[in-house]
């Protein structure tokens, strides 16, 4: 079994900036792209960013060098931080990661649970 854990959400003014993060557990044979996504009421989920294991990273088009992820692969961990943060980027955000669980098989998305990030003054 795999879990995902998030942390990091909250309430933060314009301008402001959160850090999240992303750490997997339990039977895990191979890590491999890493991503956040987020959806924000009456919208769909979309893409924030995603780095594969080789370290190439995508941003949304609406993070505009605002945020970066990264991760510690040894520590199977993934990190978004924030920065300059907008109204607009109010929305559950949620952690992905591909995972081989066991040898031999396709490895699969697990999703983290997700944690409200809230931009207001």
């Known amino acids: 079994q795999v879990q995902i854990a998030e942390s990091g959400g909250g309430l933060v003014q314009p301008g402001g900036s959160l850090r999240r993060s992303c750490l997997a557990s339990?039977?895990?044979?191979?890590?491999?792209?890493m991503g956040w996504f987020r959806q924000a009421p009456g919208k769909e989920r979309e893409l924030v960013a995603i780095?594969?294991?080789?370290?190439?990273?995508n941003y949304g088009d609406f993070v505009k060098g605002r945020f970066t992820i990264s991760r510690d692969t040894a520590k199977k961990s993934v990190y978004l931080q924030m920065n300059d943060l907008k109204p607009e980027d109010t929305a559950v955000y949620y952690c992905?990661?591909?995972?081989?669980?066991?040898?031999?098989?396709?490895?699969?998305?697990?999703w983290g649970q997700g944690i409200q990030v809230t931009v207001s003054s």
């Open positions: 992905k990661q591909w995972i081989m669980s066991s040898q031999g098989t396709p490895a699969q998305a697990y």
């Open positions: 339990g039977t895990i044979i191979r890590l491999y792209d």
């Open positions: 780095m594969s294991s080789g370290i190439t990273t």
